[in-house]
């Protein structure tokens, strides 16, 4: 175990990756506290507002407490537009530490006082907040996903190995339909039989489940195959000679012989489950609003305007490609540890 | 003999196959709470005669297993049915096939030509900067959603004015010369191939460098190398040979995808393909077109896998043996 | 090396950083390019004239004369037709393809919405008695002649017999019997309806097709007919009337259109119109790809909304293009409640009964209206590109009732009417005289970022008084299963189309059998009388606005219906859109108007 770390670490991109996940995980661990606001807060009077402007040098050029300033709206009718101006006259002092509705958050600003570090949407919502509460839903999705999918996956692909003959052959067809249909529709589809009376947390755990049922088949056949040529070996039927029963002989002796692919095939499906889930959002079949997820904030991304005069709408898809991006190369560094030549495509 | 025997088998295997799948997609589909006449019923100008009309029409009064046989039954006789706001299913997928078949032809060979080199280098290369920095640049490339990189794709043709927003061809394409009909389609396929090239390249780069690995660790290639073959000579007389064979399976996958199109990329680029067209026929519960469309996927990839397996049949005589 | 690289890194990391924290305090400049409203001067031409020219009734348009040639270039949103048959259009989309191809006898005057003669020379109107003078010698794309023949051929063969779309023979039934029709000469034919109809003279715009090309497929039943016309039919066949012909299709990429050199309408010099050599629909999926074909040139025409209007307007002077406010939207945008108290058929009542006493309770439902912030909706969502809105007709529409002012929001009156409903706010909770919680689902389509907010800013409004609302985007088609054939369902966010010009359109909303009474919807073929004493109103009204024949007269209805809906909140209005458009300013005879938007002149408008 040492000597994987020892050997990860050697690898710079392999090094920056994990720390960079290491901290995303922490980040969203602690939302509650490090966010200035909360999931349901909301301003009315500043939707859209851009991001708040902190200075550390004030307007006499002395160094000073950081500061900001509110924006006032106001509306130009003749051109429908509306404009953000600062309210120069009152500075907000930010605040380390500070208690706001009896809990203590990482930093904040004096009372009456806005701080919307990378701006707000539609709802006039804090963008900064919300990217970590939907970091909460976007970065775990992948993980409970696969913790359906490998049980699943391993004992579906063992017993149809170990058994092989009829039993194979109609475990094998089944999974080779399941695998037919193409995946993204499939996900379509399933997402779209989600009963609709669901409050959001079943909701969330029914896409981990579809997202699930998409995975599992590809892997339980390599699996399978992995097993095909394990269960020749000599402990295999040492086990057997000495009675062990069936199942016992999958779970203790074959199985585990499968870790390192299971290891990596783990690091490496991650982020195609958390592109999945910005696909589904993208579509309006993912996560649901008032819910936060990278994916469903993305999808304000789509407009035209808010490329070009909200770019603080884009970062949730910087945060996306960052965790999809230091998980391939995780992954990809972790293969090489474990299986130099492996050749199994995941 | 033994060949044909083999063939023979597996195009019975697929029969199972296809009624599986067919019966799985109808009832998930079928079982959704989706309306197919909902654009109808939300028109104030519609009346609830012409709603029964449709009902009828489209048999939504019938239980499950009645519309499941129906279905089934005319799908046998080769006869495709109508999507639900009435045209023939059969002309729809004539409309896109051309279509989606030109674009991922164009992408799969785009990324084997550059892929497969791309790969062998990375792995004689082993470890290098120039390994190094394909990893992380096809890394790249996987990491951004497709959608996401389409949308800023096509905010760039409209800034640089360098590339049409979206679609196939321009709307006075009929009126150009053999040569301007060529550009214009070239003009039109480039973003569309950039997004998906660039999704799939990694993948290919990736297992190409692997084979390549596990070969260029193997005695027969050490051997070459120790006997003072040059470089170049090992890679493609021996190295290479052995590590493409996996790459036949892979390519029966391709095939497979070829027709199953890239429904997001072509939705935000506004591309007239397959991909497209499910997409929105599974979000409307479009039954025929959904369930046409799917029995084609499965018959590609079964063809594709099959095409493969006889490929390397006759590429690697160890195989024959196995099977 | 390797740590010089380090380093470097390292300082450029943390310089970024300090960039960051340390910024000092200069004051933003705000630009002040507030440019003049520039109120375009539009003199309207005068509506067309009837000129015979060598035996030929043609219609004379009066706009000012253009220049022959050009094209112009204009988008639909969706999948694009399904079919080119006029009489089996099911789709705004296709509705407006089959409408370029085929005229109707009458068409809406598209300035004051009044019905005037297109295909007809003339018509009049005695009573329940529709005699319709035909245009002599004007003739279909394939040279042959136009008569009362393909005009009762269309009516008697066609829409009588309900085949493709029956909704406007059911719109035209009268007393469970439909107008007699009879031929009068070869230009001339006559409607009698059993009874005065007003709807009647504005269905005339059906429109008529040619006997000699249609028959061949109307004789072989239905589903031959349905297939009629498909988007893949070679367009050299079509035989059509309209100004333009169809040139070309190509599957969710456009449809072309070219001049139809046997068009009966004319300039101010006797020249055959229209002046434009071809007009080009692009499928375009959505808005976003709209706006981008705007920008990247390839459109000329391009309806705008919300944030993107600042914009346009910003850009105006120094671009090639000239924006238009057409005024309010002709849809609705609403919040609806499920007043169902009935049971399905085993027995299980499609909404909880706890639920259905606060929904049929009026202070309930109003201390929702009052508690609905619009003035931030409509700035917020709408980037102030909006109307509030409180009328169950459209801010267009010719009946609009002027007198509902609508309201601010008040939280308090709010607060009152519910608790004078009997409901009890304890500890920031509202609960009902029963000692039931208040909590309830509030639908809307998923994937629509405006309805997604809108749903967002109720929830908020509505805890506010106390209530918990569980809001549940949904796939758009399962929304409307629950809505017309499910019902279980508490409240959604919807939006209708609506006709500014006939508020009889709007009878499958409003009458208490409607396939659309979505507030309280009956299954198909109910028989129980249980309408609510202000939905007998409703139906009253409807079935009285219908057979009234002048507008002084169905005015009051129609305000009265409005009044209903407004005091009893069944539908609560949150906004109208405003429409804003633009097109380039190389075309000339654009008059715009709030009925029918831009580009409804087709025929007239030419390339500068």
């Keep these: ?346 | 003999m033994e060949f044909f025997k083999y063939i023979s088998k597996r195009i019975l295997q697929v029969i199972p196959l296809l009624i599986i799948v067919s019966i799985i997609s109808f009832f998930i589909i079928r079982l959704a709470p989706i309306d197919p006449l909902a654009e109808l019923r939300l028109n104030p100008s519609i009346s609830q005669e012409t709603l029964d009309k449709e009902i009828k029409r489209l048999k939504l009064d019938k239980p499950i297993y009645i519309q499941y046989i129906s279905w089934a039954k005319s799908f046998l006789k080769g006869d495709l049915g109508y999507t639900s706001a009435g045209e023939k299913v059969s002309t729809k997928l004539k409309e896109r096939i051309p279509n989606t078949l030109l674009l991922t032809s164009i992408v799969v060979f785009m990324t084997w030509i550059v892929g497969i080199p791309l790969g062998i280098f990375a792995a004689v290369k082993k470890e290098t900067v120039f390994d190094r920095t394909l990893t992380v640049v096809s890394s790249v490339g996987m990491a951004i959603p497709s959608f996401f990189f389409a949308i800023l794709l096509l905010i760039f043709a409209v800034k640089t004015g360098w590339f049409p927003v979206g679609g196939l061809t321009s709307y006075n394409f009929n009126e150009f010369s053999l040569i301007g009909k060529f550009f214009d389609l070239a003009k039109h396929l480039v973003l569309p191939t950039v997004v998906l090239f660039t999704i799939s390249l990694s993948g290919l780069q990736r297992q190409m460098r692997a084979n390549m690995l596990e070969v260029w660790d193997s005695d027969y290639v050490k051997f070459a190398r120790a006997k003072g073959l040059s470089e170049f000579k090992v890679i493609f007389k021996h190295a290479l040979r052995n590590a493409i064979n996996p790459m036949i399976t892979l390519l029966g996958f391709e095939f497979a995808g070829l027709l199953s199109g890239a429904a997001l990329t072509e939705y935000v680029f506004q591309y007239p393909g397959l991909g497209r067209l499910i997409l929105e026929a599974v979000m409307k519960s479009d039954i025929n077109l959904v369930m046409a469309s799917l029995m084609m996927g499965t018959i590609m990839l079964i063809l594709g896998n099959l095409i493969a397996d006889i490929l390397l049949m006759l590429t690697d005589p160890r195989v024959r043996g196995t099977k | 090396m390797k740590r010089i690289w380090g380093i470097i890194f390292l300082i450029l990391i943390v310089g970024l950083f300090l960039k960051a924290c340390i910024m000092a305090d200069i004051p933003e400049q705000y630009s002040d390019n507030v440019i003049n409203a520039d109120i375009k001067e539009i003199v309207y031409p005068a509506k067309e004239r009837n000129v015979a020219i060598n035996g030929i009734d043609y219609l004379q348009s009066q706009a000012p004369l253009g220049k022959f040639g050009g094209e112009l270039v204009v988008s639909t949103i969706g999948e694009g037709p399904k079919t080119f048959n006029p009489c089996n259009t099911k789709d705004a989309t296709s509705s407006s393809m089959a409408g370029m191809l085929y005229d109707g006898l009458v068409t809406t005057n598209p300035r004051t919405g009044e019905v005037q003669p297109l295909l007809a020379k003339s018509f009049e109107v005695n009573g329940n008695d529709y005699i319709i003078h035909l245009r002599k010698g004007i003739k279909w794309t394939d040279g042959k002649l136009i008569t009362a023949e393909d005009v009762i051929y269309t009516y008697k063969e066609i829409v009588f017999k309900g085949l493709g779309n029956p909704s406007t023979m059911d719109a035209m039934i009268v007393d469970g019997k439909l107008p007699s029709l009879v031929q009068i000469d070869d230009y001339t034919v006559k409607f009698t309806t059993p009874r005065p109809f007003a709807p009647f003279l504005r269905q005339l715009s059906y429109p008529i097709v040619p006997k000699h090309y249609f028959k061949p497929y109307s004789d072989n039943g239905e589903s031959v007919f349905n297939a009629f016309l498909s988007p893949n039919t070679n367009p050299k066949d079509i035989v059509s009337s309209g100004a333009f012909k169809l040139k070309e299709y190509v599957a969710a990429q456009r449809v072309v259109f070219v001049r139809n050199p046997n068009y009966y309408k004319i300039n101010l010099e006797n020249k055959q119109l229209p002046y434009l050599d071809k007009v080009v629909y692009l499928i375009v999926g959505d808005t976003n790809n709209e706006i981008l074909k705007f920008e990247a040139k390839e459109l000329d025409v391009l309806s705008i909304r919300g944030s993107n209007v600042a914009q346009y307007k910003l850009n105006e002077a120094k671009s090639d293009y000239s924006v238009y406010n057409l005024g309010a939207d002709t849809g609705t945008l609403f919040l609806v409640i499920n007043l169902n108290n009935r049971k399905d058929k085993n027995g299980k009542f499609y909404v909880n009964p706890i639920k259905q006493r606060w929904f049929g309770n009026r202070d309930f439902r109003a201390a929702i209206d009052w508690a609905i912030d619009r003035k931030n909706m409509v700035q917020n969502i709408a980037s102030g590109v909006a109307e509030p809105l409180f009328t169950a007709e459209s801010l267009n529409s010719i009946y609009l009732n002027k007198y509902i002012k609508g309201h601010p929001s008040d939280i308090e009156v709010a607060r009152k009417s519910l608790q004078k409903a009997g409901f009890v706010l304890r500890n920031g909770k509202l609960y009902d005289n029963k000692g039931n919680r208040v909590e309830f689902d509030l639908y809307t389509n998923a994937g629509n970022l405006e309805r997604e907010a809108l749903g967002v800013m109720i929830k908020q409004d509505l805890e506010e008084l106390g209530m918990k609302v569980n809001f549940k985007p949904v796939e758009f088609n399962s929304l409307v299963n629950k809505l017309t054939n499910t019902y279980d369902w508490d409240m959604a966010i919807m939006g209708l189309t609506g006709s500014p010009l006939e508020p009889h359109d709007g009878k499958n909303v409003w009458t208490s059998k409607g396939s659309l009474h979505m507030f309280n919807q009956r299954p198909a073929n109910y028989s129980v009388d249980d309408r609510l004493s202000w939905e007998k109103d409703l139906d009253e009204i409807f079935k009285e606005g219908a057979l009234k024949l002048l507008f002084d007269e169905r005015k009051p209805l129609y305000d009265k219906y409005q009044t209903i809906i407004y005091n009893q909140k069944p539908i609560i209005y949150l906004y109208s859109p405003i429409r804003i458009t633009a097109i380039r300013k190389k075309f000339k005879n654009i008059y715009p108007t709030p009925l029918s938007g831009l580009i409804y002149n087709l025929d007239e408008i030419y390339v500068e």
């Design chain 1, 1 to 346: 175990m040492r000597e994987f770390f020892a050997k990860l670490f050697q690898d710079k991109f392999a090094r920056i990756s994990f720390f960079t996940l290491v901290v995303l995980y922490l980040i969203i661990l602690f939302a509650n506290f490090i966010a200035p606001y909360s999931s349901s807060y909301s301003n009315r009077d500043k939707a859209y507002a851009p991001p708040s402007k902190v200075y550390t040098i004030d307007e006499k050029g002395k160094l000073s407490r950081p500061y900001t300033y509110n924006y006032i709206r106001e509306f130009e009718p003749t051109l429908m537009q509306t404009i953000y101006k600062q309210d120069r006259s009152q500075k907000y002092y930010l605040k380390l530490l500070p208690k706001v509705g009896g809990k203590r958050h990482l930093f904040g600003v004096q009372d009456g006082g806005e701080l919307y570090l990378l701006g707000t949407d539609i709802n006039g919502r804090d963008v900064f907040s919300r990217l970590l509460f939907g970091g909460r839903i976007s970065m775990t999705v992948g993980f409970l996903a696969l913790l359906i999918v490998f049980p699943i996956g391993l004992l579906y692909g063992g017993i149809s190995g170990y058994f092989g003959g009829i039993v194979d052959t109609l475990m094998m067809r089944f999974a080779e339909a399941v695998m037919a249909i193409p995946s993204f529709y499939l996900l379509i589809i399933l997402a779209a039989i989600l009963p609709t009376g669901m409050t959001s947390v079943q909701r969330f755990g029914l896409i981990v489940v579809i997202l699930a049922l998409i995975g599992w088949a590809g892997f339980a056949r390599v699996v399978r195959g992995m097993v095909l040529s394990i269960k020749n070996e000599d402990f295999v039927s040492a086990a057997k000679t000495i009675g062990a029963s069936n199942l016992r002989i999958i779970l203790k002796h074959i199985l585990p012989q499968t870790t390192s692919y299971v290891i990596i095939a783990m690091t490496l499906s991650i982020p195609s489950y958390i592109l999945a889930e910005s696909g589904l959002s993208f579509l309006g079949l993912g996560i649901q609003q008032p819910d936060a997820s990278w994916g469903n904030m993305l999808k304000e991304a789509q407009e035209f305007t808010n490329i070009f005069y909200r770019p603080w709408l884009l970062t949730p898809g910087i945060l996306i490609f960052i965790a999809v991006l230091s998980f391939n190369l995780l992954g990809d560094v972790i293969r090489d540890i474990l299986d130099p030549k492996s050749q199994k495509r995941i």
